[in-house]
């Protein structure tokens, strides 16, 4: 069965400061998700990560994927308050029917 | 514009009542998923759907049953409402693999209260 685990569930940081969040899953895949959700809001895509080795940088996140440890990163580098929001990470089942499961989520809430 | 799009943002319903949740894609995506979101719990699947009329069970679907008689639309039903079954209800499609390497779209959400 596909378990999704991510750490911590809450962070709260200071503006400047860099922080790593980890997504570990039970299964093989081969594809790994990161997504962003503001409060009342739904989820926004961050990064799509597809092979061993991925690496994915977008502003002051970036995203890395190590299929055999199953187990991929979001690092948060000199932290800004907009970057306050749940981040979740999703798994896909390579065989099969296409199960999508989530992470619990990490609250980041970063402060001035 | 990609779009997943859920028929209600917010709804009050009782308990006992047989509520419908309707969510449409227009991007032609074989495969849709409802999700319900509490705190703490992350995203939990419910149920979902790779083809028209074909359906499997997620992770929590007591309670819940969905339908998919179009390719487009994938309904989640609760048969009988309880107050445990509020929550943010999130519908999500996302196109077979080779087809892309995409991510799932989300629906705006469905906030449901059962009193």
């Known amino acids: 069965e596909l378990k999704v685990e991510q750490n911590p569930l809450f962070l709260s940081m200071q503006e400047g400061k860099n922080y790593t969040i980890y997504c570990n899953y039970s299964?093989?895949?081969?594809?790994l998700y990161w997504y962003r959700q503001d409060p009342g809001k739904s989820l926004e895509s961050l990064f799509v990560?597809?092979?061993?080795?991925a690496v994915k940088q977008e502003g002051r996140l970036m995203a890395s994927l190590d299929t055999k440890a199953r187990l991929s990163t979001l690092h948060i580098t000199a932290a800004v308050h907009d970057l306050s929001a749940t981040y979740f990470c999703?798994?896909?089942?390579?065989?099969?029917?296409?199960?999508?499961?989530f992470g619990t989520g990490t609250r980041l809430k970063v402060l001035a | 514009d990609v779009k997943v799009t859920q028929s209600s943002r917010y709804l009050v319903k009782r308990t006992g009542e047989k509520v419908f949740l309707e969510c449409v894609q227009d991007?032609?995506?074989?495969?849709m998923f409802w999700y319900r979101q509490d705190p703490g719990l992350g995203l939990r699947l419910i149920y979902f759907?790779?083809?028209?009329?074909?359906?499997e069970k997620g992770d929590i679907p007591e309670g819940y049953s969905v339908s998919r008689e179009k390719k487009e639309r994938f309904s989640l039903i609760l048969e009988s409402a309880s107050t445990n079954q509020t929550s943010m209800y999130l519908c999500?499609?996302?196109?077979?693999?080779?087809?892309?390497?995409?991510?799932?779209?989300f629906g705006q959400g469905t906030r449901l209260t059962v009193v």
């Open positions: 299964t093989t895949s081969d594809r």
């Open positions: 999703a798994v896909g089942t390579t065989s099969g029917t296409y199960k999508y499961i």
């Open positions: 990560l597809l092979s061993n080795g």
């Open positions: 999500a499609s996302l196109p077979n693999r080779g087809r892309g390497n995409t991510e799932a779209f």
């Open positions: 991007m032609d995506h074989e495969n």
């Open positions: 759907s790779y083809d028209v009329k074909m359906k």
